[in-house]
């Protein structure tokens, strides 16, 4: 049997106290009457002779009190140990979460958690299951359960330094919920295993603000997993960044000549006078006239920054804070990108009954974009300007070359939209799809025909894949043109009218396809041009055929760069630090957006940059409070349970409380306790009515 | 102390146990009790009067009182002889009772001032039928009251109803009533102090010196309970002074020997003034029977008459 609290065991020295009370002879109250004391003198309580003790079993039963009492207070526990038990109680399994997220680059932080990290292994006991997990965006392992339970107990903790040696900060935002649920999904995998104990995540942070952890809120949190916070402190509270406000796509055109940063100061920062200005590498000197700015702490201010004063450099940084993880955005000065359509058609562009007519309409420009329509006569020579156009519109009849040079460039992996206006142009629809004998006829419903059903799943119409935005039926068809599907082959139905004729027809020609539109959007057609669905409609397919440049808005690290759809051998990505990295051939995205810089993806001798910045939350270093993971369902272990555990003693100690509190034999020891007292009692009482009934029984 | 009754002539003879003895209310009848049965002899008179047996002659010396003076000696032989006569009646004895609130401690159902009390009036009473001549004086811490020696019926009544009254007194102080005795009783005689002289004995010695020096016989009857000379109580006790009241604790069984020494070393000390004195000391316990006392004290009176007879031839 041990004890939880062996000091109380001293409180058994208080079983002299009944034995010396018993050897003292009874000091009364009695007085005796005597002739004269001249002859006598006080004589001191004094010790009785051990064979003079009288009540032999009513001191037993209250040196057994007195015992008892102190066992029960001294909290016994029997140590169990099994047979799968390893020595030194039961085994924690613990999960190392350290933060390698942006905010952790502040000045000697990372130093910190490290060592925190090391501390928190060198702890483990020879049952004990260690895993180390990093976080920012997502957790990464480190050291599994698998890597610490291969190697043997003393090479452990060498395994694990090495490991936490080789990391450092990155870039990246922090999702502490996600990174959380990580580390409790691999405790979890645990929970039937009875040879563990408690389940720890041992989170080392510098839990800024801007951790995301609204994860945790649909989650629910495994039971027998609790959190050990250590969170850091930071030696600098100063801390302001420096955040680019995205700019609308089209309708700003201040956008062009100013850029609009955020400037954020930390609750608890120092400093209030910051400067803004370009900068052309990182930690330089601010270019041009710097705008200086007062943010109080806990304050953001929205600065621009004039474009024209960049003088090619591509960075922003903000100057006067202490730590400039944080304070440089990378822009990329925006780039009108031009896109042509040509359109085949003998409209006169201001008819207002034409199609044309609407088309140059629904596209006007906007910084970002520019895009040209360019009518073609029939039969006129097509210029390289014209072939290269992002997608080609067709409403007339064409003459045998161009509807092959059509065909060829669709061939190559263009678009063709074919809009058949009449029953007759849709003859033309044949040399483009490389059929002969394709007809259409004409049909006119007696009201007015619409979309009956729609392939959502389809790019073309997947952004309207929203019960928001997937009411079609507004658009009235007064007209179409019908196709015999079955007379195509490969076509593929994107759209049908409600009495089931073909809508828009997608045809894959060689590399490209032929979008077959049954129905014009000119007024005498249909409602379509006017349809809030139009413009829409046009840069899906647009983007389908892969005109338009990705849209550039924010990237933060980690956010996976789009490749062109035409991507080619050749694609390479060049990364802020000059590295080339070539993509594998399945991939259409690049993940390894590792650091904040201008990457360039380059494919077939064209090129787009994006800007990557940091993640605009990371530059909210205040700490976040604990209360605020509690809130979210998360059990915090109590931090002196932790902490104090710093050596195998107090570590048994822990096990032991564990132990006691689970078997609570103190209880029974109360028990007994109570129960002798009660015969205590009963014996005195009967004892000390025994001479008074004696006496009055009258027998000595 | 006076020997237990077994050694004595009196073993034959039918003692009355104190404790029966105190039962009877009348002190007189319990002096009767005790006093029944003796011998009702005279004794020799220590005093030599004019009454009617002559003891001896003697030389005249001037300054001898010529009335004594056997002038038929003269006559035939012409010298001076004293005629001394042998006085019978003529004991003077003067008892003095401690009524100090000491006497007041009895651990039997009775005091030790009772037991006094009836000793004293014993002797009253068989002086008085011997026909001698009793007085009384009691006292506690001063003289509380005085009969001069004198033989009437009505005195003896008197000497009881006196004993009789409760001791009351808070000290024991031996040396004024003593010193008074001396003032009062001119006459020599015999003086019995019946006390436990549980006080200091220095200033004691003197006044019994004093007494001793105005011609009187003394007697001294040291009363004392039994548990007084053995201490022999079971618990440990709060033991309070009956005079003084104050209180200590005790543990008889640790107290106990330094006790029966202290109290020894009084009582021999006591003696040993006696002794000095010339004084007859009896030592009683107050379960003790009082024949006892009685038969000492007159045994030794008879061998003191003796003596002087023997003296005297």
Redesign the interface.
Known sequence: MNFLAPLFLLGGIAIAAPIIFHLI???????????????????P??LTRRSRLENWLLLLLRCLALGLLALGFARPFLKQSSPNDPPGGPAKRIVVLLDVSASMRRAGLFADARAQAESTIRKAGPGDQISVFTYDRVAQPVLSFGEWNGVAFSERIALATSRLAGLQPGWGGTNLGAALITAAEALADSENDKTVGTRQIVLISDLQNGSRVEALQAYEWPKGIELVAEPLKTRNPTNAGLQLLADTADGDRQAATNVRVRVSNAADSTREAFKIGWIKAVGGELVGTPVETYVPPGQTRVISVPVADANGATMIGLRGDDEDFDNTVFVIPPVQQKVTIAYFGSENAEDIQQPLFFLKRALPDTPRLAIAVKAQAAGAVLAPDVMASALFIVTDLLPANQAALLREQALAGKTILFVAKNAAAAAALGPLLGLDNLAAEEVKPPSYAMLGEIDFQHPLFSPFNDPRYSDFTKIHFWKYRRLDPAAIPGARMLAKFDRGDPALLEVPVGKGRVLVLASGWNPEDSQFAVSSKFVPMLFSILELGGGLAAPVGQRMVGDPLPFPTERNETLAVRTPDGKTVQPPAESTVFSATLQPGIYRVENAGRSQEFAVNLDSAETRTTPLPLEELERLGVPLARKKAVVAATTPAQDALLQGGAAESRQKLWRWFIIATLFVLLGESALAGWTARKPALSAQTGTP | MIAPASNRSLASASLIEPKALMTIRSLELRAKAVVEGFWNGSHRSPYHGFSVEFTEYRQYTPGDDLRYLDWKVFARSDRYFIKKFEDETNLRCQLVVDQSQSMNYGSLSYTKAHYAATLAATLAYFLHLQGDAVGLLTFDEAVRDFMPARHRADHLRQIMITLEKPAGGKTTDLVAPLERVAQLVRKRGLVVVVSDFLAPLEKLERSLLTLAASGQELAVFQVLDPTELTLQFDQPMLFKDIESDREIYIDPSTARASYVEKIKAHSAALKAVCQKLGATHYQLMSDQPLELALFEFLQERMRRGRAQTRNRS
Do not use: N, Q
């Not at chain 1, 002879?25 to 004589?43: A, D, G, I, N, Y």
């Open positions: 002879r009874r000091t009364t109250r009695e007085h005796r009457v005597f002739s004269s004391l001249m002859f006598l003198l006080p004589t309580p004094r």
